[in-house]
C-alpha cells in the first residue's frame, strides 16, 4: 500500500518551520506494517502535489488540518479527487472535525490507533508511551529552517506530553486532545533526543507541549536525565510554561538552564486581571510578574504572548496589558486579535451576540479582526496599533 502524508499551506504567508511530528508519526506507523510512504509539506518541497499524485499513485492519503489550513486542505482534496477519484482521503488534526468536504475517514483526536485500522492493521499502540521510533528519513531534516527565535540549526520538534489542564475559553486544545495531561516515557523521550542529535545532527529541540511543566515532577525527570546523558553539552531546548507559582520554582528554573534550555514561551494573554478570570486562565498578575522575574534572574530569555478582542476586552484591558508589557520585561512578545476558533467558549458567546463577521474559514489568519466585544466595535478594534515593549 502507497501512502501520502501531506501538511497543507496556511491561509497566510508562512514558513514551514520544523517537519510535522504528527506526519512523522503516522508515517512511520504505516512503514512500520510495510507501507511505501512520502510526507510532504506544501509550501516546502519544490514539486507540485499533482506530480507526486501521478508519480506515487498513492492508495491513501492522509491530511493534517488545523483552521489555518482549512483552502489549501480544501484544494488539496479538490486536487485527489480529480486525479483519482478511488484514492482514499483521510483527514485528521484539530479542525477535520468542521471540514465539510468530502472525505472517506475523519480522525479526530489522537489518532494513532484509528490510523492503523485504516491501514488494515490489527495492532494498537497504548497511547503517547507506545509511540514508533520517529523515522526522520522520511523528510529531509536540512530543509527546515527551525521555529524563531533560532537558537541553533539543524532545529527539530517533539511533543514529550499531550493535553492541557487549563480550559481557556479561546482555546480548542482541550477540544482536540482532553484536559487530561498524559505524560511521555522518559525513556522513549530521551531516546528520539539522542537520536535526533547522533543521527540527524539537531542541536535544538523545541519542545511542542502545552504546558511542560504540568508536572514538575516529570519535567524535573526529563531535564536531569538530559543532563546525566550529557545532552546538554550537545543541544540546546526551548519549552512552553504556564506562570503558576507552583509550577514555577526556582529549583526547575535552575535546573533548566543547566540541561541547555535557553527560552521559555509563557501564555499571558492579557495584563487586566478581570480579562484573565473571564477567559478562565486561571493565572494572577502576581503569578505572571513572578514567573518573568525569576526567568530573566537565572538568564533564560522569554516570550509572552498576548491577545486582543477577547470577549470582556475594553480600552482599560488593553491599557492594563500595556503596562504589564512594560514590568515584566520580555525578551520578546507578541500579540493577535481574538481568533474564533470553532467549539471554544468565546467563539460561542461572540457568536450568540451577533459579534462575529460572517467569513469563510478559508480567510482566517493571523493578524485578521474576527469579532468584537460589547464595549470595542470593529473600528475601534481596528484602530488599534499594537502593544509596544
Given at each position: 500500500?502507497?501512502?501520502?502524508?501531506?501538511?497543507?499551506?496556511?491561509?497566510?504567508?508562512?514558513?514551514?518551520?520544523?517537519?510535522?511530528?504528527?506526519?512523522?508519526?503516522?508515517?512511520?506507523?504505516?512503514?512500520?506494517?510495510?507501507?511505501?510512504?512520502?510526507?510532504?509539506?506544501?509550501?516546502?518541497?519544490?514539486?507540485?502535489?499533482?506530480?507526486?499524485?501521478?508519480?506515487?499513485?498513492?492508495?491513501?492519503?492522509?491530511?493534517?488540518v488545523n483552521t489555518f489550513q482549512v483552502a489549501s486542505a480544501?484544494?488539496?482534496?479538490?486536487?485527489?479527487?480529480?486525479?483519482?477519484?478511488?484514492?482514499?482521503?483521510?483527514?485528521?488534526?484539530?479542525?477535520?472535525?468542521?471540514?465539510?468536504?468530502?472525505?472517506?475517514?475523519?480522525?479526530?483526536?489522537?489518532?494513532?490507533?484509528?490510523?492503523?485500522?485504516?491501514?488494515?492493521?490489527?495492532?494498537?499502540?497504548?497511547?503517547?508511551?507506545?509511540?514508533?521510533?520517529?523515522?526522520?528519513?522520511?523528510?529531509?531534516?536540512?530543509?527546515?529552517?527551525?521555529?524563531?527565535?533560532?537558537?541553533?540549526?539543524?532545529?527539530?520538534?517533539?511533543?514529550?506530553?499531550?493535553?492541557?489542564?487549563?480550559?481557556?475559553?479561546?482555546?480548542?486544545?482541550?477540544?482536540?486532545?482532553?484536559?487530561?495531561?498524559?505524560?511521555?516515557?522518559?525513556?522513549?523521550?530521551?531516546?528520539?533526543?539522542?537520536?535526533?542529535?547522533?543521527?540527524?545532527?539537531?542541536?535544538?529541540?523545541?519542545?511542542?507541549?502545552?504546558?511542560?511543566?504540568?508536572?514538575?515532577?516529570?519535567?524535573?525527570?526529563?531535564?536531569?536525565?538530559?543532563?546525566?546523558?550529557?545532552?546538554?553539552?550537545?543541544?540546546?531546548?526551548?519549552?512552553?510554561?504556564?506562570?503558576?507559582?507552583?509550577?514555577?520554582?526556582?529549583?526547575?528554573?535552575?535546573?533548566?538552564?543547566?540541561?541547555?534550555?535557553?527560552?521559555?514561551?509563557?501564555?499571558?494573554?492579557?495584563?487586566?486581571?478581570?480579562?484573565?478570570?473571564?477567559?478562565?486562565?486561571?493565572?494572577?498578575?502576581?503569578?505572571?510578574?513572578?514567573?518573568?522575574?525569576?526567568?530573566?534572574?537565572?538568564?533564560?530569555?522569554?516570550?509572552?504572548?498576548?491577545?486582543?478582542?477577547?470577549?470582556?476586552?475594553?480600552?482599560?484591558?488593553?491599557?492594563?496589558?500595556?503596562?504589564?508589557?512594560?514590568?515584566?520585561?520580555?525578551?520578546?512578545?507578541?500579540?493577535?486579535?481574538?481568533?474564533?476558533?470553532?467549539?471554544?467558549?468565546?467563539?460561542?458567546?461572540v457568536t450568540e451576540k451577533g459579534y462575529i463577521r460572517e467569513?469563510?474559514?478559508?480567510?482566517?489568519?493571523?493578524?485578521?479582526?474576527?469579532?468584537?466585544?460589547?464595549?470595542?466595535?470593529?473600528?475601534?478594534?481596528?484602530?488599534?496599533?499594537?502593544?509596544?515593549?
Open positions: 500500500m502507497k501512502v501520502l502524508l501531506i501538511q497543507p499551506e496556511c491561509n497566510y504567508p508562512s514558513p514551514v518551520a520544523v517537519p510535522s511530528q504528527a506526519l512523522l508519526t503516522l508515517g512511520t506507523l504505516a512503514q512500520n506494517i510495510g507501507c511505501s510512504v512520502k510526507i510532504l509539506h506544501l509550501g516546502l518541497d519544490e514539486r507540485p502535489l499533482f506530480l507526486y499524485l501521478i508519480d506515487f499513485k498513492p492508495d491513501i492519503v492522509g491530511i493534517t480544501k484544494l488539496i482534496i479538490e486536487t485527489v479527487r480529480s486525479i483519482n477519484p478511488y484514492t482514499r482521503i483521510v483527514i485528521g488534526g484539530p479542525h477535520s472535525e468542521y471540514l465539510d468536504d468530502a472525505v472517506d475517514d475523519k480522525v479526530i483526536g489522537e489518532g494513532e490507533n484509528r490510523w492503523l485500522a485504516i491501514l488494515g492493521s490489527q495492532e494498537s499502540i497504548e497511547l503517547i508511551n507506545q509511540l514508533p521510533t520517529i523515522n526522520y528519513d522520511l523528510v529531509d531534516m536540512q530543509k527546515f529552517p527551525g521555529v524563531p527565535p533560532i537558537g541553533a540549526i539543524p532545529s527539530a520538534s517533539i511533543m514529550a506530553s499531550r493535553g492541557c489542564p487549563s480550559r481557556c475559553s479561546y482555546c480548542n486544545t482541550p477540544i482536540f486532545v482532553g484536559t487530561k495531561v498524559r505524560l511521555g516515557n522518559p525513556d522513549y523521550i530521551l531516546g528520539e533526543l539522542k537520536r535526533l542529535n547522533e543521527k540527524w545532527g539537531v542541536k535544538e529541540v523545541v519542545f511542542q507541549d502545552d504546558t511542560f511543566n504540568a508536572s514538575t515532577k516529570w519535567a524535573t525527570e526529563i531535564l536531569e536525565r538530559i543532563i546525566k546523558v550529557g545532552l546538554n553539552k550537545e543541544m540546546i531546548f526551548r519549552l512552553v510554561w504556564r506562570v503558576n507559582e507552583k509550577l514555577v520554582t526556582q529549583e526547575l528554573l535552575n535546573l533548566a538552564k543547566r540541561a541547555g534550555v535557553w527560552h521559555i514561551y509563557y501564555g499571558v494573554e492579557s495584563g487586566s486581571q478581570r480579562m484573565l478570570d473571564r477567559m478562565n486562565k486561571r493565572i494572577t498578575i502576581k503569578e505572571i510578574k513572578r514567573a518573568f522575574s525569576m526567568t530573566h534572574e537565572v538568564g533564560l530569555q522569554t516570550h509572552a504572548s498576548f491577545i486582543v478582542g477577547l470577549p470582556g476586552e475594553t480600552w482599560d484591558s488593553i491599557k492594563e496589558t500595556q503596562q504589564l508589557i512594560s514590568q515584566i520585561k520580555s525578551t520578546t512578545f507578541s500579540w493577535c486579535y481574538f481568533i474564533p476558533f470553532p467549539g471554544t467558549e468565546a467563539t460561542k458567546e467569513t469563510d474559514y478559508s480567510e482566517y489568519g493571523v493578524g485578521k479582526l474576527f469579532a468584537r466585544t460589547d464595549a470595542l466595535s470593529f473600528e475601534d478594534l481596528e484602530s488599534f496599533k499594537g502593544y509596544t515593549k
